[in-house]
């Protein structure tokens, strides 16, 4: 017997040393997989249906994105098969936003699709989706909490209780069909300053795939904000009241206002990598609200040179390198609450104090500033007379 253990003492002491390895190997496994932990997208306009224009952004980027997101308003199918193709070619998952509205003017209220008006389209939707057969994201009614949308919460008398029940009824409909494929990404606007909330519009992880938001550094008047100041709260707001993982579905910084290049950089190099349960984000690559009286926001990726020199050499990094096999893979639950890093203190672009005072003057507020200098002004020349006819009158005694 002794002579056996002496034997195997060695044995032993081998798996030991292999245990331990083991043990440090699963120590370090979080940071190699870490390493390819968030998927690069975008929102290329017209790219479906003109492909060249995936290719063009892909070498301006330094590679394809791997979510391609699109926008389909109910005029009609949105599945369309050279559409999807086009993405899926590309090694991208199309992401297509599904939006109830129409460019003839037609009106889908709510109400109405929750009554079952359209409950044909939405079936013939979903086959067309189901014969295709390979994986699609879809938003349906997205940024319901804001105010802009005809879906919006407060529009045409719609309420939470309202838009969760549309949003079951459509996600029914495609099960009942066989669109087992579509999995769906349900995404808010950002909370940022407590004016947009949302908790009570979710319609529950039984219903939902993939939760995200769409937020955007808009730069005007004054304002510069870091991409965690944009969504930190959002962010651990969705933690909360879902397991899904998530997808920033719409985000970009605008081009003036501040340092562009300096935002992208800490936005793709420092801040996304610590929001642990971010699995994708899309870049806007398009001019927003043109025409608008706020200005415009230029979120494309090489609104000049060098903020897409900044966004080129941030994507090289190893962490994102997820492929569309990878992210497709992602476990449908996560750990549910999530803290958000620490806003950065500097470093995202942003202007001089100056600049931010001087940009944020506009209409009243700028002739109330005005106001206030000149009574200063004329204050401190009266000041100044008092004090010398002061000087004078002692003088002359």
Do not use: C
Not at 218 to 233: K, L
Request: hydrophobic share 45%.
């Amino acid at each position: 017997m002794r002579s056996l253990l002496r034997k195997r003492t060695p044995v032993r002491l081998a798996a030991l040393v292999v245990a331990v390895a083991a043990l440090i190997a699963a120590h370090s496994a979080p940071a190699a997989s870490a390493e390819a932990s968030v998927a690069p997208g975008a929102y290329i306009p017209d790219a479906v249906q003109l492909p060249a224009l995936i290719d063009r952004y892909s070498r301006l980027a330094g590679r394809p994105p791997v979510i391609l997101g699109y926008y389909h308003q109910w005029d009609s199918i949105p599945f369309v098969p050279g559409e999807l193709q086009a993405a899926w070619d590309r090694g991208a998952v199309p992401m297509i936003t599904w939006e109830p509205m129409s460019y003839e003017g037609k009106s889908y209220p709510m109400r109405l699709i929750q009554r079952g008006r359209f409950d044909q389209y939405i079936r013939e939707s979903a086959r067309a989706a189901a014969r295709w057969g390979k994986p699609i994201l879809l938003r349906f009614a997205h940024e319901m909490n804001g105010t802009w949308y005809p879906w919006s919460r407060g529009a045409d008398g719609n309420n939470s209780y309202r838009l969760k029940a549309v949003w079951r009824r459509v996600v029914g409909i495609f099960r009942t069909q066989g669109a087992t494929n579509v999995q769906w990404v349900w995404t808010p606007n950002v909370n940022t300053g407590g004016d947009f909330p949302f908790r009570d519009l979710y319609p529950g992880d039984r219903w939902v795939d993939w939760v995200g938001f769409d937020g955007f550094n808009w730069a005007q008047r004054g304002a510069w904000n870091s991409f965690t100041e944009i969504v930190d709260n959002t962010y651990e707001e969705l933690t909360k009241i879902s397991s899904r993982p998530m997808i920033v579905a719409e985000t970009g910084s605008n081009e003036s206002g501040g340092d562009k290049a300096a935002w992208v950089a800490s936005a793709l190099r420092r801040e996304i990598p610590k929001f642990g349960r971010i699995r994708g984000v899309v870049f806007f690559d398009d001019v927003v609200n043109e025409n608008a009286e706020g200005g415009a926001l230029d979120a494309r990726v090489d609104s000049s040179p060098a903020s897409l020199r900044a966004f080129r050499s941030a994507l090289v990094s190893p962490v994102y390198s997820m492929t569309r096999r990878q992210l497709l893979a992602t476990p449908s639950t996560v750990s549910r609450d999530a803290i958000a890093p620490a806003r950065p203190s500097g470093g995202f672009g942003q202007p001089s104090f100056f600049y931010r005072i001087t940009a944020k003057l506009h209409g009243r507020y700028l002739w109330y500033a005005i106001g206030l200098a000149a009574i200063a002004l004329l204050a401190l020349l009266g000041g100044i007379a008092f004090a010398r006819s002061r000087f004078r009158a002692r003088a002359a005694r």
